[in-house]
C-alpha cells in the first residue's frame, strides 16, 4: 500500500480516539496537500480562494469525520470531500468548468514523483530562511502568485515583500554556499 | 483566520468519535420522525377499526411485509449515501425487485379476477386519499432523513435527497398501513407504490438546496 496513505491513515485513526497530538500532524500535512490539490484546479483569477477552500475542507473532515469507515482508505475518503468542496465552489461563483474525473491519487500524487523529493529539498532550504521571508518566497516562487497580490494579502507594500524575497534568497544562496563548502 | 489558527482550534477540541456515530444518528433522525408519524397517524386518521381480525388476515402480513422491506432498504440507503463515497445502488436494486414482485402478484391477482372487478381493485374505497396520506406521513419522516444526512458527509446531494425522500416514503407507508383497510394487491401495488415514489421525487429535487454542506 503507499506510504503516504499508510501514514495518513494511522494517523486519522489515532485521531477519531481522540489523539489531539496526531490530530494537528495531519491536519498541518492535509492543509499542504490540499493547498497544491485546490490551486492545481483553480483559474488564475481565483487562486485566492484556495486558502479559503482548504479551511473548508479542514472544516468539514472535522465536523464529518464520524463518516470516514476506518476500513477503507483514508486518502480516497478526503479526496471525495476536497472534490466535492471544489465543485461546490464553482457551483457558488457560476465557474463553468468540468472537473476532470480525477482519482484520489491526484490529491497525493505529488508525494510519489521526484518532484516530491526536489520539493522536500527545497522545503528544507526554507527552513533555514527567517519566517517571514520564507512565505513570501514560498508564495511567489513557488505557488507563482505575483509580487502584488502577496503585497495584498499579507498587507506590506510591495518594496517591503520584494526586500524580504531578496533577503531570503540571499540566505538561502548563503545556506547554499555553505553546504557547498562542506563537501569539499 | 488563518489556516495555523483554524488547525489550533480544531485540535483544541478534538474528542474521541465513536464508530458508530453515523449508525446512531441515523437510528435518532428517522426513530422520532418515525414517532411523529405514527402519532400524525393515529391521531389524524386513527388505527383501522379492525386491527385485530386484520392481524389473522393474510393481505395484512403481505402488506407490511412490502412496506417494511422497502423501509428498511431506504433506511439503509440514507446510511450508505450519507458517506462521501456511499452508493445506493444495492438498496435501489432491492427496492426495485421489491416493487416488481408486488406488480407481478398484483398482476396475478387481477388475471384471476373477472375482469368486471378490476376497477373495484385497483380503486379500493380510499382511492381519493390514499396516496396524499402516505405523502403527508412521510413529511416529518422527510425532514428527519435530511437532518441525518445534513450532519454528514453526502456528496451526491440529488441521490442523497432521493434516497431520503424514498425512506420517508416507505417509512411512512408502513405507518399508514396501520390505518388503511385496503386489501385488495392491486391497489397497494400502485397507490402505495405511488405514495413512496413521490416523496422520493420531493427529496431528489430539494435534495441540491437543502443538503448542501
Not at chain 1, 494579502?153 to 526586500?163: R, W
Not at chain 2, 416529518?140 to 440529488?158: E, I, M, Q
Request: charged share 20%.
Amino acid at each position: 500500500m503507499n506510504p503516504v496513505e499508510t501514514r495518513l491513515k494511522e494517523l486519522m485513526l489515532a485521531s477519531l480516539d481522540g489523539d489531539a497530538r496526531s490530530y494537528g500532524i495531519l491536519l498541518n500535512d492535509l492543509a499542504r496537500h490540499l493547498r497544491f490539490y485546490f490551486l492545481r484546479r483553480l483559474s488564475d483569477a481565483h487562486k485566492g480562494d484556495a486558502d479559503d477552500l482548504v479551511q473548508e475542507t479542514l472544516m468539514s473532515l472535522h465536523t464529518r469525520r464520524a463518516t470516514y469507515e476506518t476500513d477503507r482508505p483514508f486518502t480516497a475518503w478526503l479526496h471525495a470531500i476536497a472534490r466535492y468542496k471544489l465543485i461546490d465552489h464553482f457551483r457558488r461563483n457560476r465557474i463553468r468548468v468540468t472537473v476532470p474525473l480525477d482519482d484520489a491519487e491526484d490529491l497525493f500524487a505529488v508525494d510519489q514523483s521526484d518532484a516530491a523529493a526536489d520539493r522536500m529539498d527545497v522545503e528544507r532550504l526554507l527552513q533555514s530562511v527567517p519566517e517571514k521571508s520564507r512565505d513570501l518566497i514560498y508564495r511567489t516562487k513557488i505557488e507563482g502568485q505575483s509580487i502584488a497580490e502577496v503585497a495584498q494579502s499579507t498587507g506590506l507594500s510591495e518594496a517591503s515583500v520584494k526586500v524580504g524575497i531578496h533577503r531570503g534568497i540571499k540566505a538561502i544562496a548563503a545556506k547554499l554556499k555553505g553546504r557547498a563548502d562542506d563537501d569539499r | 483566520m488563518t489556516t495555523d489558527d483554524l488547525i489550533a482550534r480544531l485540535t483544541g477540541e478534538l474528542k474521541p468519535v465513536s464508530r458508530l456515530a453515523v449508525f446512531w444518528r441515523v437510528v435518532i433522525g428517522l426513530g422520532i420522525s418515525l414517532v411523529v408519524s405514527s402519532a400524525m397517524m393515529y391521531f389524524w386518521l386513527g388505527m383501522r377499526p379492525d386491527m385485530m381480525t386484520a392481524a389473522g388476515t393474510m393481505m395484512f402480513w403481505t402488506k407490511f411485509a412490502y412496506t417494511l422491506i422497502l423501509a428498511v432498504a431506504g433506511t439503509w440507503a440514507v446510511k450508505r449515501i450519507a458517506y462521501p463515497l456511499g452508493s445506493i445502488r444495492v438498496s435501489l436494486a432491492v427496492m426495485a425487485a421489491t416493487i416488481v414482485v408486488m406488480i407481478v402478484l398484483a398482476m396475478a391477482k387481477l388475471a384471476m379476477t373477472p375482469p368486471d372487478q378490476h376497477m373495484a381493485m385497483m380503486t379500493g374505497h380510499t382511492v381519493a386519499v390514499c396516496t396524499r396520506n402516505i405523502v403527508l406521513l412521510s413529511l416529518p419522516l422527510l425532514v428527519g432523513a435530511f437532518w441525518v444526512l445534513r450532519g454528514l458527509a453526502p456528496t451526491r446531494l440529488t441521490v442523497a435527497g432521493a434516497a431520503a425522500g424514498l425512506a420517508a416514503g416507505a417509512i411512512a407507508s408502513l405507518v399508514y398501513s396501520f390505518h388503511c383497510d385496503e386489501s385488495a394487491m392491486p391497489f397497494i401495488a400502485v397507490w402505495y407504490t405511488l405514495g413512496i415514489l413521490i416523496p422520493g421525487l420531493i427529496g431528489a429535487i430539494a435534495g441540491r438546496f437543502v443538503l448542501r454542506w
